[in-house]
């Protein structure tokens, strides 16, 4: 008797934890889409296209309470062998507080002045969107990366190219785009020296690397479109 009643309690509170579960999946709202090479967002509402097909492993939110806002993040990631080839971070703020003034936007990071970059501003369907591309080199244990480790997903600690991205739209969001790519995977021989890729003394393959990787990056920046769904 006192097993049957065990197993009928059991059975009670699983049926009540799937209706939760339920309940909690149909709260929570799909704001972010990918199709093929494109993302759609619905808050704030835009799309733009990738240069390569990725995959989104992992997302979450953190409040910011000094800010009036909250900070969505998505991880994408391209892999080949087992390894990441190109990385995605997508971070979308929402203002939280109405009565706060608009959010501001802050100016993109320049890691080393001696690497060549190139950074500027581009009108695009009514956005003003700050860019900056510029060499890096990942590293596997940096905090910022933790959730694509802990998937199981090997970074190897390599060069890499990154492109950035960055808009405010109307006071109330901002988003922010780090797209990067092994500077091994543009099928040419490269140097894996740092000062390889130094404004002073890049050439050859290098060169045409940081080209592509530029060329495809503007075309992402110019591919960016605000559509009400």
Do not use: C
């Not at 939280?96 to 500027?120: D, F, H, I, Q, W």
């Not at 590293?139 to 998937?151: G, Q, R």
């Amino acid at each position: 008797m006192i097993n049957e009643m065990k197993r009928i309690i059991i059975s009670f509170l699983i049926i009540i934890i799937l209706i939760l579960a339920s309940a909690i999946t149909h709260a929570v709202p799909k704001d972010i889409e990918i199709k093929g090479k494109q993302l759609f967002s619905q808050k704030p509402p835009f799309t733009f296209t990738f240069p390569s097909e990725l995959s989104m492993i992992h997302s979450f939110s953190h409040e910011n309470p000094d800010e009036n806002s909250l900070t969505r993040v998505f991880f994408l990631i391209k892999t080949r062998e087992k390894q990441v080839e190109e990385m995605m971070i997508l971070q979308i703020a929402d203002k939280t507080n109405p009565r706060a003034g608009p959010m501001t936007v802050p100016p993109l990071k320049l890691y080393n002045e001696k690497r060549l970059y190139s950074k500027g501003e581009v009108k695009q369907d009514r956005l003003e969107v700050d860019y900056l591309i510029q060499s890096i080199r990942w590293d596997p244990n940096a905090s910022s990366l933790k959730p694509i480790v802990k998937k199981g997903i090997v970074i190897p600690s390599r060069w890499a190219l990154q492109g950035q991205f960055l808009f405010g739209y109307q006071g109330n969001h901002a988003v922010l785009v780090s797209y990067s790519r092994d500077v091994h995977s543009f099928g040419l021989k490269v140097s894996d020296g740092g000062k390889s890729w130094e404004k002073e003394s890049i050439s050859g393959n290098e060169k045409g690397a940081y080209e592509n990787f530029q060329k495809a990056f503007m075309e992402m920046i110019h591919s960016i479109n605000i559509k009400k769904y």
